[in-house]
């Protein structure tokens, strides 16, 4: 049984894996350029992929040769069952795979599209955070702000049309709703998650109201407002889902650091420094601006077999040098998957797992010793300012503590029961979590300005997940890898040791194990939320 359950793995791959680099690329294509044409392609090769996927004699093929007999071969039967949750997650006709993409594709081509207008002129999603960053025009930051939701109203139809679809598709293969059904098809709990989520509520809330009057004073004190007059467009992100430099020693030191920075340039340096070549990675991306393109980033694996390249819109700010660090620490991750391993396994062991990394690396551009190597700050000025940038760190932590169950108890809800009152939904969750009010008198559909929600569906926890991935990662590479004393920090962004650490423990093992035992293998320990809770406290 085990032998003809690796031909019939062997077999779906030899299918799959040319129709996954097709759907790649023409995705890559659509995305950098935003044309008709590659959109239509991208459809055309997804349709095929969930095709496979959908099969049901090779899906009952499957499930006959897994349950005839114990897999005893530990890399085979981790294959199967990746193998068999995809194949769960596709188990619809023809006619439900062709709408269901036609319709995500539709709604990221919107996106990709999209041009905010302000003032009477189209303006790109960077030209309105930097609004949100560095304008005391209060009037401008409030039309700044509207305009970052002016999507929402074009895409939160057919977005609730598309949840309603999907909940169609969960409910015919036995699910509850849609949202449950991607959760435990990413080898996730649902009540255990959201569980987790109550528990870090409980532990940070307190100390994020203490950072959050620390940050609103600050705030009122710039605007020459009362704390609570202050509104959305008062912080520096459209979803405050980054932390602001209120400070404005900081908010300076930060702005004159990357004012005239070569991104790209820095962050190959960072790489190469830790041991990581990111080369070959830049020289495939698209990273400024350009009509037409989508205006977020990412970075995809585009065959498993080392093509991988990023996505981004660069401006020389703290915000680009953070999402360029992210979105490498992905790149890596992917580039040193051990190319020997079965196609099905040469994947991050989770998203969260590489989400991790990316959140790890993400975090370096407030760090006072990355500044200085990097970033070429003088070491005293960098010094003479550590409290605060530390501050400022652990305030991103604590928002994406908060933000990220705004998203996931926000869409949990919206496959629970798409025709609620959403619009008020949303803001009763951003009152509760993040504490900024509502603004008067507002009934739209901001939450549909999210991206996520139409084209990375129940996603969204993995970006927490991988913060407390990313805070276990870094205690046990200063305890056990450099070794915790008082170098430990600097040692971090300027020693090999890192980079070989992560290939051997966490990049090159890919998928063979549960996230779980991934994370053991790398740590000693499974997950322990202990770490970014201490790390959030200060």
């Not at 303006?123 to 209060?138: A, C, G, P, Y």
Request: charged fraction near 30%.
């Amino acid at each position: 049984m085990s032998e003809e359950l690796q031909r019939f793995i062997q077999e779906h791959v030899a299918t799959v894996e040319p129709l996954a680099k097709a759907a790649n690329l023409a995705y890559w294509n659509f995305t950098t350029t935003g044309k008709k044409e590659y959109e239509e392609e991208v459809t055309r090769l997804h349709v095929a992929l969930r095709k496979v996927y959908a099969d049901r004699a090779g899906f009952e093929r499957l499930n006959s040769l897994m349950d005839a007999q114990p897999v005893n071969d530990p890399m085979l039967a981790r294959q199967a069952t990746l193998l068999r949750n995809a194949f769960v997650g596709n188990q619809m006709d023809d006619k439900t795979i062709e709408e269901l993409t036609r319709r995500e594709i539709t709604i990221e081509s919107i996106f990709n599209a999209f041009r905010a207008e302000l003032l009477g002129k189209k303006v790109t999603e960077n030209e309105l955070k930097e609004i949100l960053r560095e304008s005391d025009d209060q009037d401008l930051r409030r039309q700044a702000w509207e305009a970052s939701k002016q999507i929402g109203a074009q895409v939160a139809d057919l977005l609730i049309d598309l949840v309603e679809f999907r909940n169609d598709i969960a409910h015919n293969i036995g699910f509850e709703n849609y949202y449950r059904m991607r959760i435990t098809l990413q080898e996730l709990d649902e009540s255990e998650l959201f569980a987790m989520f109550d528990e870090l509520d409980a532990l940070v809330s307190p100390v994020y109201r203490d950072y959050k009057a620390d940050l609103d004073a600050q705030l009122a004190q710039r605007f020459g407002l009362e704390q609570a007059d202050l509104r959305p467009w008062h912080y520096s992100d459209p979803f405050f889902q980054e932390a602001p430099a209120a400070d404005p020693a900081v908010r300076k030191f930060l702005a004159d650091a990357y004012a005239d920075q070569d991104i790209e340039a820095v962050t190959r340096r960072f790489y190469h420094a830790i041991g990581l070549d990111v080369d070959d990675v830049l020289a495939r991306s698209d990273l400024y601006e350009r009509e037409g393109k989508q205006q977020h980033a990412y970075c995809m694996h585009v065959d498993r077999k080392g093509d991988v390249r990023i996505l981004a819109n660069i401006k020389p700010n703290d915000k680009w040098m953070a999402t360029m660090l992210h979105e490498c620490g992905h790149a890596v991750y992917d580039k040193y998957l051990d190319v020997n391993l079965p196609y099905i396994l040469r994947e991050p062991a989770h998203i969260l797992s590489t989400e991790a990394i990316a959140m790890l690396m993400g975090r370096l551009e407030t760090d006072p010793d990355w500044l200085t190597m990097y970033a070429g700050v003088p070491f005293e000025e960098a010094q003479s300012l550590a409290d605060q940038l530390w501050e400022q760190l652990r305030g991103q932590l604590l928002i994406m503590a908060r933000w990220v169950p705004v998203m996931s108890y926000f869409e949990r809800a919206l496959y629970e029961n798409p025709h609620q009152d959403l619009n008020t939904l949303w803001w009763d969750v951003e009152e509760r979590f993040q504490m900024v009010p509502r603004p008067e008198g507002r009934n739209a559909p901001d939450w549909a300005a999210k991206i996520h929600l139409g084209t990375a569906p129940v996603y969204y926890h993995n970006y927490l997940m991988g913060e407390l991935v990313a805070s276990q990662l870094r205690y046990y590479i200063e305890a056990h890898v450099l070794g915790r004393n008082g170098d430990a920090g600097h040692r971090f962004v300027t020693d090999p040791a890192v980079g070989r650490f992560l290939t051997e423990r966490v990049f090159h093992p890919g998928g063979v194990r549960h996230w779980q035992d991934a994370l053991e293998f790398a740590t000693g320990e499974r997950l322990r939320p202990g770490y970014f809770v201490d790390q959030a406290r200060g």
